[in-house]
């Protein structure tokens, strides 16, 4: 079966979400981790607040941290759907002041951070957990590399063109 991904984006900020870049940074992650079936992820762009308030109810950590993510179910997906079926593989959050805030420390268009923060999330939603092993750290790495490399040579560089 083909992949089908469908991403919904939704900013509860005043940032910049990069949503396009977002949504194909998914895509494309997805796709590398394996995912061969119609699936759906919703992401979510929220501030320090919400992302402290999600990191203390879920992890037990009264922090703001850049990106989390929630799988539906164990393992990544649902079973025994019918074929064709669309399964709601999860969610991502991503805390845009905090991941502008990394990016500026980092030396790195926030766009880039930002894709990158999508691709980490999105390979947690496919079951790969860096902190579960040395292979799966690995793995993450090349995959978020992957999808920098070539979302960062395509992505518009949101300079503003001088006039003559």
Known sequence: MKA??????????TRDPHERA???AIIRTLTLTG??????????MVGERAIRSLEREWKGEDKVTDVL???FAEGGHVPALDAGTTEYLGEIV?????AYA???????????????????????????????????ARRTEE???KIK???CQVAPKHKKQKKK
């Open 69 to 71: 993510s929630f799988r």
């Open 35 to 44: 995912i061969r079936r119609k699936v759906e992820v919703s992401v979510v």
């Open 94 to 98: 991503i805390c845009l002041p905090y």
């Open 102 to 136: 990394q990016a500026k420390e980092l030396g790195v268009r926030g766009e880039e951070h930002i894709i990158t923060l999508a691709a980490h999330g999105a390979i947690h939603l496919s079951d790969i957990d860096h902190e579960r092993s040395a292979s799966e």
């Open 143 to 145: 995959i978020q590399k």
């Open 149 to 151: 490399t070539f979302l």
């Open 4 to 13: 089908y991904i469908d991403v919904a984006v939704r900013n509860m900020t």
């Open 22 to 24: 977002v949504k194909e």
